[in-house]
């Protein structure tokens, strides 16, 4: 999680996703964290949506459409928006982490002017008869987040959080399982690519993305068919 500032009510912020292929909307409503309503609204994003104006108004239309409570949201970071990878470094205390993990990015070759980071502890692993943790390091662009909040703002919403997809999806599953318990697999197929993530106990474990997605499918599916992958994207959604 890289940020978010709401305070709990009856009805908590409206969560953003703006995907590559659909724009998401959701508020859940319930007073003490018992949720028994949810707003939501989804649609294919359409291709002037590239345009932050048009963005903004169809987000705001939208909002109005499904009848969302407030204008306090949680924007979603995807595949498009981040930079995720592993990396292992030795035991230390607590405290000591954060540093260790710098000096792994500095080693990757990411900007920190560039990139927004975060990271996970995802647990001790052995290496070469040694004792070691493995984190996940999670890097938004700064200029993909600045973007985000232009276009929100712009709709009128104010942005009090921003959280990588995986993330949300692991407390979402927990929940829906209402035990913080277990290990879990969430496979997050996007449109050109696809995220696995495995979590233990309510804490996450793995992030791994694949370059290939809805689009993949569809290609091959053209091939395999002789036809175009306008035909072919048809058939694919027939087939849903």
């Given at each position: 999680?890289?940020?978010?500032?709401?305070?709990?009510?009856?009805?908590?912020?409206?969560?953003?996703?703006?995907?590559?292929?659909?724009?998401?909307?959701?508020?859940?409503?319930?007073?003490?964290?018992?949720?028994?309503?949810?707003?939501?609204?989804?649609?294919?994003?359409?291709?002037?949506?590239?345009d932050q104006a048009c963005l903004a108004d169809l987000l705001g239309r939208m909002a109005r459409k499904g009848g969302f409570k407030g204008n306090k949201v949680v924007c979603?970071?995807?595949?498009?928006?981040?930079?995720?990878?592993?990396?292992?470094?030795?035991?230390?205390?607590?405290?000591?982490?954060?540093?260790?993990?710098?000096?792994?990015?500095?080693?990757?070759?990411?900007?920190?002017?560039?990139?927004?980071?975060?990271?996970?502890?995802?647990?001790?692993?052995?290496?070469?008869?040694?004792?070691?943790?493995?984190?996940?390091?999670?890097?938004?662009?700064?200029?993909?987040?600045?973007?985000?909040?232009?276009t929100l703002d712009r709709a009128g919403l104010e942005v009090v959080g921003l959280e990588p997809s995986p993330l949300a999806m692991v407390r979402a599953a927990y929940r829906?399982?209402?035990?913080?318990?277990?290990?879990?697999?969430?496979?997050?197929?996007?449109?050109?690519?696809?995220?696995?993530?495995?979590?233990?106990?309510?804490?996450?474990?793995?992030?791994?993305?694949?370059?290939?997605?809805?689009?993949?499918?569809?290609?091959?599916?053209?091939?395999?068919?002789?036809?175009?992958?306008?035909?072919?994207?048809?058939?694919?959604?027939?087939?849903?």
């Open positions: 999680m890289f940020w978010r500032r709401w305070q709990s009510g009856d009805y908590g912020p409206i969560g953003i996703d703006l995907g590559r292929a659909q724009v998401k909307l959701i508020q859940l409503e319930g007073p003490g964290g018992r949720v028994f309503r949810s707003r939501c609204e989804a649609i294919p994003r359409p291709d002037y949506a590239e979603g970071l995807g595949a498009g928006d981040l930079r995720i990878t592993s990396v292992r470094v030795p035991d230390c205390p607590p405290d000591q982490v954060p540093e260790r993990v710098f000096r792994e990015v500095a080693g990757l070759g990411l900007d920190l002017g560039q990139y927004q980071l975060g990271f996970i502890q995802a647990g001790q692993v052995h290496q070469h008869g040694q004792s070691r943790q493995e984190v996940i390091i999670l890097a938004a662009s700064k200029e993909a987040i600045d973007a985000k909040v232009r829906l399982a209402g035990c913080d318990g277990g290990p879990i697999a969430i496979v997050d197929v996007g449109l050109a690519s696809t995220t696995i993530v495995l979590a233990h106990a309510g804490h996450v474990r793995l992030i791994k993305s694949i370059p290939a997605g809805i689009q993949t499918f569809i290609a091959r599916i053209g091939q395999r068919l002789g036809i175009d992958l306008q035909e072919a994207g048809r058939l694919y959604e027939r087939w849903q």
